[in-house]
Protein backbone atom coordinates (compact mmCIF):
# COMPACT_ATOMS: atom_id res chain seq x y z
CA UNK A 1 0.00 0.00 0.00
CA UNK A 2 1.25 3.51 -1.15
CA UNK A 3 2.24 5.84 1.89
CA UNK A 4 -0.42 8.31 0.06
CA UNK A 5 2.31 10.86 0.87
CA UNK A 6 2.09 13.94 -1.55
CA UNK A 7 5.29 15.07 -3.63
CA UNK A 8 5.92 18.83 -2.88
CA UNK A 9 7.48 20.21 -5.97
CA UNK A 10 9.66 23.65 -4.79
CA UNK A 11 7.65 26.71 -6.55
CA UNK A 12 8.49 30.53 -7.10
CA UNK A 13 6.35 33.86 -7.57
CA UNK A 14 6.52 35.74 -9.99
CA UNK A 15 4.66 38.85 -10.29
CA UNK A 16 3.72 38.51 -14.40
CA UNK A 17 1.46 35.85 -13.32
CA UNK A 18 -0.86 35.23 -10.82
CA UNK A 19 -0.07 31.02 -10.65
CA UNK A 20 3.01 29.87 -9.06
CA UNK A 21 5.73 28.08 -11.28
CA UNK A 22 8.24 25.72 -11.07
CA UNK A 23 11.91 24.91 -12.54
CA UNK A 24 11.35 23.78 -16.22
CA UNK A 25 14.03 21.91 -18.69
CA UNK A 26 13.54 22.28 -22.10
CA UNK A 27 13.86 19.39 -24.21
CA UNK A 28 15.05 19.45 -27.92
CA UNK A 29 11.92 19.16 -30.34
CA UNK A 30 9.70 21.27 -27.66
CA UNK A 31 7.93 24.21 -29.50
CA UNK A 32 7.38 26.58 -26.63
CA UNK A 33 6.99 30.47 -26.35
CA UNK A 34 8.16 32.49 -23.29
CA UNK A 35 5.76 34.30 -22.15
CA UNK A 36 8.13 37.43 -21.14
CA UNK A 37 10.28 37.78 -24.98
CA UNK A 38 7.90 35.71 -27.06
CA UNK A 39 10.91 33.98 -28.44
CA UNK A 40 11.17 30.15 -28.26
CA UNK A 41 11.75 28.56 -24.98
CA UNK A 42 15.73 27.35 -24.84
CA UNK A 43 17.41 26.15 -21.33
CA UNK A 44 16.09 26.56 -17.98
CA UNK A 45 12.97 28.02 -17.63
CA UNK A 46 9.48 28.37 -15.09
CA UNK A 47 6.53 26.45 -16.12
CA UNK A 48 2.95 27.93 -14.14
CA UNK A 49 1.92 25.00 -11.99
CA UNK A 50 -1.59 25.15 -13.34
CA UNK A 51 -2.41 22.58 -14.87
CA UNK A 52 -3.89 23.64 -18.57
CA UNK A 53 -2.33 27.21 -18.28
CA UNK A 54 0.36 27.66 -20.75
CA UNK A 55 2.59 30.26 -19.02
CA UNK A 56 6.58 30.43 -19.37
CA UNK A 57 9.65 32.06 -18.53
CA UNK A 58 12.90 31.57 -19.39
CA UNK A 59 14.96 32.25 -16.13
CA UNK A 60 16.76 35.49 -18.31
CA UNK A 61 13.09 36.88 -18.33
CA UNK A 62 12.26 36.31 -14.82
CA UNK A 63 15.52 37.57 -13.65
CA UNK A 64 14.87 40.66 -15.53
CA UNK A 65 15.44 44.27 -13.63
CA UNK A 66 12.29 46.08 -12.81
CA UNK A 67 14.00 49.61 -14.05
CA UNK A 68 16.71 50.32 -16.33
CA UNK A 69 18.93 52.97 -17.47
CA UNK A 70 19.46 52.75 -21.44
CA UNK A 71 21.52 54.65 -23.83
CA UNK A 72 18.52 54.50 -26.52
CA UNK A 73 16.47 56.59 -24.15
CA UNK A 74 19.09 59.27 -21.96
CA UNK A 75 16.61 61.63 -20.61
CA UNK A 76 14.61 59.02 -18.41
CA UNK A 77 14.90 55.28 -16.99
CA UNK A 78 12.61 52.78 -18.78
CA UNK A 79 10.63 50.65 -16.28
CA UNK A 80 9.70 47.07 -17.19
CA UNK A 81 5.69 46.02 -17.88
CA UNK A 82 4.68 42.91 -18.10
CA UNK A 83 1.82 43.65 -20.36
CA UNK A 84 1.20 46.04 -23.36
CA UNK A 85 0.64 49.45 -22.33
CA UNK A 86 -1.50 50.44 -25.36
CA UNK A 87 -3.86 47.38 -24.56
CA UNK A 88 -3.36 44.13 -26.98
CA UNK A 89 0.03 44.87 -28.08
CA UNK A 90 2.95 47.62 -28.48
CA UNK A 91 5.81 48.58 -31.53
CA UNK A 92 9.09 47.99 -30.40
CA UNK A 93 11.36 50.90 -31.10
CA UNK A 94 14.27 49.34 -31.81
CA UNK A 95 13.14 46.74 -34.01
CA UNK A 96 9.62 48.13 -35.38
CA UNK A 97 7.88 44.81 -34.92
CA UNK A 98 4.67 44.57 -32.07
CA UNK A 99 4.66 42.94 -29.34
CA UNK A 100 2.24 41.35 -26.68
CA UNK A 101 4.74 40.49 -24.06
CA UNK A 102 6.36 42.20 -21.55
CA UNK A 103 8.34 45.57 -22.58
CA UNK A 104 10.92 48.12 -21.37
CA UNK A 105 8.42 51.14 -21.39
CA UNK A 106 9.25 55.29 -20.26
CA UNK A 107 5.32 55.91 -19.85
CA UNK A 108 5.99 60.25 -20.55
CA UNK A 109 7.44 59.74 -23.61
CA UNK A 110 5.74 56.37 -24.86
CA UNK A 111 8.68 54.73 -25.99
CA UNK A 112 8.87 50.57 -25.75
CA UNK A 113 11.81 48.42 -26.69
CA UNK A 114 11.22 44.56 -26.34
CA UNK A 115 13.02 43.03 -23.42
CA UNK A 116 14.70 40.33 -26.45
CA UNK A 117 15.95 43.95 -28.07
CA UNK A 118 16.82 46.51 -24.99
CA UNK A 119 20.63 43.87 -24.25
CA UNK A 120 21.48 43.09 -27.62
CA UNK A 121 25.60 43.74 -27.70
CA UNK A 122 26.79 47.07 -28.70
CA UNK A 123 28.88 45.29 -31.48
CA UNK A 124 28.53 42.17 -33.52
CA UNK A 125 29.88 40.43 -37.02
CA UNK A 126 29.02 38.78 -39.66
CA UNK A 127 30.61 36.35 -41.99
CA UNK A 128 29.92 38.39 -45.29
CA UNK A 129 31.37 41.35 -43.56
CA UNK A 130 35.30 42.42 -43.21
CA UNK A 131 34.11 45.13 -40.31
CA UNK A 132 32.46 44.83 -37.07
CA UNK A 133 28.89 46.36 -36.77
CA UNK A 134 28.33 48.94 -34.22
CA UNK A 135 24.88 49.14 -32.57
CA UNK A 136 23.48 53.07 -33.65
CA UNK A 137 20.18 53.90 -32.01
CA UNK A 138 18.63 55.21 -34.93
CA UNK A 139 19.61 55.17 -38.94
CA UNK A 140 22.31 57.74 -39.89
CA UNK A 141 19.84 59.42 -41.91
CA UNK A 142 18.04 60.63 -38.91
CA UNK A 143 17.33 64.64 -38.97
CA UNK A 144 18.64 64.91 -42.43
CA UNK A 145 16.12 67.49 -44.41
CA UNK A 146 17.18 66.35 -47.59
CA UNK A 147 14.58 63.57 -46.90
CA UNK A 148 17.01 60.48 -47.90
CA UNK A 149 15.79 57.16 -46.34
CA UNK A 150 17.99 54.85 -45.39
CA UNK A 151 18.16 51.16 -46.69
CA UNK A 152 19.26 47.75 -44.95
CA UNK A 153 22.16 46.31 -47.15
CA UNK A 154 20.86 42.80 -46.54
CA UNK A 155 16.95 42.72 -46.91
CA UNK A 156 16.71 46.21 -48.96
CA UNK A 157 13.91 47.68 -46.87
CA UNK A 158 13.79 50.93 -45.95
CA UNK A 159 14.24 51.50 -42.52
CA UNK A 160 12.44 54.00 -40.45
CA UNK A 161 14.89 57.09 -39.37
CA UNK A 162 13.93 55.57 -35.98
CA UNK A 163 14.93 52.12 -35.69
CA UNK A 164 18.03 50.79 -34.64
CA UNK A 165 20.38 49.18 -36.48
CA UNK A 166 24.19 47.55 -36.58
CA UNK A 167 26.53 49.84 -39.01
CA UNK A 168 29.60 50.03 -40.54
CA UNK A 169 30.69 53.63 -40.63
CA UNK A 170 33.74 52.67 -42.69
CA UNK A 171 31.72 51.25 -45.40
CA UNK A 172 28.21 52.64 -44.99
CA UNK A 173 26.52 49.15 -43.97
CA UNK A 174 23.91 48.62 -42.11
CA UNK A 175 21.49 45.96 -41.22
CA UNK A 176 18.21 45.48 -39.19
CA UNK A 177 19.02 44.40 -35.68
CA UNK A 178 17.13 41.51 -35.40
CA UNK A 179 15.51 40.27 -38.85
CA UNK A 180 19.13 40.89 -40.95
CA UNK A 181 21.65 40.98 -38.38
CA UNK A 182 22.44 37.39 -37.85
CA UNK A 183 24.22 35.95 -40.31
CA UNK A 184 23.86 31.76 -40.09
CA UNK A 185 26.36 30.89 -42.68
CA UNK A 186 27.67 32.11 -46.27
CA UNK A 187 24.34 30.85 -47.88
CA UNK A 188 21.96 33.28 -49.35
CA UNK A 189 19.19 34.28 -46.99
CA UNK A 190 16.70 32.88 -49.82
CA UNK A 191 18.68 29.51 -49.80
CA UNK A 192 18.22 29.28 -46.17
CA UNK A 193 14.78 29.91 -45.92
CA UNK A 194 13.84 27.17 -48.82
CA UNK A 195 15.83 24.63 -47.59
CA UNK A 196 13.55 24.78 -43.87
CA UNK A 197 16.74 25.53 -41.84
CA UNK A 198 15.96 26.54 -37.99
CA UNK A 199 16.06 29.76 -37.07
CA UNK A 200 18.00 31.07 -34.13
CA UNK A 201 15.96 33.10 -31.49
CA UNK A 202 17.32 36.18 -32.43
CA UNK A 203 16.52 35.61 -36.35
CA UNK A 204 12.96 34.63 -35.50
CA UNK A 205 12.15 38.06 -36.23
CA UNK A 206 12.20 37.48 -39.99
CA UNK A 207 9.20 35.57 -40.10
CA UNK A 208 7.52 38.68 -38.70
CA UNK A 209 9.14 40.78 -41.16
CA UNK A 210 9.32 38.75 -44.58
CA UNK A 211 5.61 40.63 -45.96
CA UNK A 212 6.69 43.99 -45.52
CA UNK A 213 10.19 43.03 -46.63
CA UNK A 214 8.08 41.35 -49.66
CA UNK A 215 6.29 44.90 -50.45
CA UNK A 216 9.20 47.19 -50.21
CA UNK A 217 11.47 44.74 -52.62
CA UNK A 218 7.89 45.34 -54.64
CA UNK A 219 8.15 49.28 -54.33
CA UNK A 220 11.95 49.23 -54.81
CA UNK A 221 11.54 47.67 -58.48
CA UNK A 222 8.58 50.45 -59.42
CA UNK A 223 10.96 52.91 -57.68
CA UNK A 224 14.32 51.94 -59.69
CA UNK A 225 14.43 54.52 -62.32
CA UNK A 226 14.01 57.40 -59.45
CA UNK A 227 16.61 56.18 -57.34
CA UNK A 228 19.18 56.48 -59.67
CA UNK A 229 20.32 59.83 -58.88
CA UNK A 230 19.82 59.20 -55.04
CA UNK A 231 23.24 58.25 -54.38
CA UNK A 232 25.12 59.77 -51.95
CA UNK A 233 28.95 60.39 -53.03
CA UNK A 234 30.35 61.55 -50.03
CA UNK A 235 29.52 58.13 -48.21
CA UNK A 236 30.66 55.78 -51.24
CA UNK A 237 28.74 54.42 -54.41
CA UNK A 238 27.64 51.33 -52.49
CA UNK A 239 24.65 52.37 -50.62
CA UNK A 240 21.07 53.92 -52.56
CA UNK A 241 19.24 55.84 -50.89
CA UNK A 242 15.93 57.82 -51.72
CA UNK A 243 13.61 60.13 -51.23
Not at 7 to 13: D, F, Q
Not at 93 to 117: M, R
Amino acid sequence: MGSGKTINRPSVKHPSHNHPLRVFKSQEGDEIICSGCELDVTGKAYKCMKKDCNYFLHKSCFDLPGEINHKSHPDHPLTLLYSPPYGQSYGCTACGDSGSGFTYNCSECQYDVHVGCVFIPETMEREDHEHPLTLLYNTPCKGREDGLIFICDVCEEDMSEDLWVYYCKKCDYGTHVHSCAVSEDDKPKKDREEEGEPSSPASKMKSLMKAREEMAMMQLELDAMDAANSYVDSWGPRRRYYW
